[in-house]
Structures are given as structure tokens and as C-alpha cells.
């Protein structure tokens, strides 16, 4: 701002109106002068997205389909929580390079990383439209954000500023489909909250489901968690996506219990979301109980993570770009 011309505090006052009280231009900021609004209007563009559609389901979920300005458009969810809670889940890279068999996303391929922009501009366009404060972010949506680590570390700083979102690093969430070496160093600037995608039990169904495995093996994965758990005080979240026939046996149960000992980390069961087109099928909810009591009784914290907005397609592994085939 000074190098503009103008004074220090309009700084602040930008920050307010941008990421507290929502502005979409600049002549709303009415505490600002005419000269600046002008000069800030003719230099800047506050909107870093623009709304394409919205759907909303029955439990409150809503998905938004933003494009940017080069016309490539990303898919953003607004998830309400039975106990209060709001969720921002933001999309990190429009398409996916991962190749992951059982998500939606990957049938784009990848298309390129978001700016630090785009993925804050989801956040604002999402609580422009909450009817209460969101109160966690999840970077689960499209894309692979440790495959777009800068743009993604620089939108946790604002997410996280206390004049701006004020979020705390302990409900913010990174999800990665299990890319350890760039986990690692991500993990020495940032303290938020990890989740790793697992989804199998061996290395030959994951190599299978997650060609990711090639480069990062279950054995890798499990030897960062323990490191991890020994000098964090978060604990790591697994996530499993349960496929009928595929990695949903009482075999892969018992598996996974040996995968997790010694670990400090959680475990969320997740049905596999239906989609056109997919050859895979939701494993049967009896399977999901037994596998859940399962776990419980051997000392597992796990949890049967219900999948919200699915009918509207904004369920896990459902996102998809209008422009996908562009």
C-alpha cells in the first residue's frame, strides 16, 4: 500500500473487508477513500474465481463449480456437521496427475496447480454462502496438494491469520494420497493436520488402486507414520476407502491392525462413493460394521466416516470439472 501512495493502515483495512467482512469490490469498502478505491479497482482484482453452479443436497451439503480466469473451473464443497461444525473442503489443482482407480478426479487427468488465490477464493465463495462461520478447512478436494506445496502453504497462512480467517492449525487438514518424501519436508513448515489415503492392505492391490504406491510402498508410508507420531502432537488420520471384493476382506482387516501398531493415528473407514462409469461397488454396510467392531476391539481409534452431499455428486472421490473435457 505505501508503495502505492498510500497510507499503512489501508492494509488493515484491506485485510477486514477482504477476508472478514467478504468485499467483492473494491467500492464497498466504504472506510476507504474514493481515490483509493479507484486506484486500488484500477490496479487489482478482488475475485480470484467466479461461481459457475451450486447444488445443494438434503443434509445441507453444498458443492460449488468455480472457473478462474483461463476458463478451467475446480469444484469446492461446503459440508455443515450435525455438531456445529462447517467444513470448507477445497480443491488444490484442477485434474489430478495421481491416477487413483477409485476417484472420479482422476478420469480428468491433470489439467494444472491452483494459485494461492484460487484456493483462498474457494474458501470466500464458500463462506459467502454459509449461513454460519466455517470453523474447518479440508484440502480433499480435487487435486494433490503436497504436488502443489507453495500455492498450498501459502493459503494455510491466511486461512490460519488471526486479522484475516483465524482458523486453527489443528482444524485444518491436508490430505495427500501418500507422497512421503514431499510429506516430509511438508511437514517441517507446516503443523497442521496430515492425512494419508492407505486404501490397502499390500502392496500389490494398492499398486493396483494408487499407482502412487510405486513411488511411495505401504512400508514407507507406515515408517513416516510412526516417525511422526514419536514427535507430534497431532495424531496421523489414515484414510480408507472400503471396496467390495477389492480390499474389504476380514484378511485386509486383520492386516491393517498389524499396519497400525506402534502407530499414534486414527483411522476413518470411508464406503466407497458410487460413480458413472466406475468398476468399483460400495462394500456391504454389514461388512463396514464388522470391520469397524473389528478394529475398535483391537485398539484401533476408527471411525465410519458417512459421506455427505453424495446424491449431488460432492461425496469423496466424486468431484469432477465441468470442463473435464476441454
Known amino acids: 500500500m505505501e508503495g502505492m501512495g498510500l497510507k499503512k493502515y489501508v492494509a488493515a483495512q484491506l485485510i477486514n473487508w477482504l477476508y472478514v467482512r467478504l468485499a467483492s469490490s473494491f467500492e464497498e469498502m466504504t472506510d476507504l477513500s474514493k481515490e483509493a478505491r479507484a486506484l486500488l479497482a484500477e490496479r487489482y482484482s478482488i475475485s480470484a474465481v467466479r461461481v459457475g453452479s451450486m447444488l445443494s443436497a438434503e443434509d445441507g451439503t453444498a458443492k460449488l463449480c468455480v472457473s478462474a480466469a483461463d476458463g478451467n473451473s475446480f469444484e469446492c464443497v461446503l459440508i455443515p456437521s450435525d455438531d456445529g461444525r462447517v467444513t470448507a473442503c477445497l480443491s488444490t489443482q ?112 494398492r499398486d493396483r488402486i494408487m499407482p502412487v504406491n510405486r513411488r511411495s510402498p505401504i512400508a514407507e508410508i507406515m515408517e513416516f507414520a510412526r516417525e511422526y507420531g514419536a514427535t507430534s502432537r497431532l495424531r496421523i488420520t489414515f484414510e480408507y476407502v472400503m471396496l467390495r471384493g477389492v480390499n474389504d476382506s476380514m484378511d485386509d482387516a486383520r492386516r491393517l491392525v498389524g499396519l497400525l501398531a506402534g502407530c499414534s493415528a486414527k483411522l ?59
Open 94 to 205: 484442477a485434474g489430478c496427475a495421481m491416477g487413483c482407480a477409485f476417484c472420479r478426479t482422476a478420469e480428468m487427468g491433470f489439467i494444472r496447480d491452483l494459485t494461492q488465490g484460487e484456493i483462498v477464493g474457494q474458501f470466500v465463495e464458500l463462506a459467502r454462502m454459509s449461513k454460519s462461520p466455517i470453523t474447518n478447512v479440508v484440502l480433499m478436494g480435487m487435486g494433490e496438494p503436497l504436488a502443489n506445496v507453495e500455492n498450498v502453504l501459502s493459503a494455510i497462512e491466511i486461512f490460519k491469520e488471526r486479522r484475516a480467517f483465524n482458523i486453527s492449525k489443528r482444524r485444518i487438514t491436508v490430505s495427500t494420497s501418500g507422497l512421503i518424501p514431499e510429506l516430509r519436508e511438508f511437514v517441517k513448515r507446516s503443523e497442521v493436520r496430515i492425512a494419508i489415503s492407505l486404501n490397502a492392505t499390500t502392496d500389490e492391490v
Open 268 to 326: 476413518n473407514l470411508i464406503p466407497f462413493n458410487p460413480y458413472e462409469g466406475s468398476e468399483f461397488a460400495a462394500p456391504d454396510p454389514l461388512t463396514v460394521e464388522r470391520w469397524s467392531e473389528y478394529l475398535h476391539d483391537k485398539g484401533v481409534q476408527v471411525n465410519i466416516r458417512s459421506s455427505r452431499g453424495r446424491e449431488i455428486m460432492a461425496a469423496c472421490g466424486q468431484l469432477v470439472s465441468e470442463n473435464r473435457d476441454s
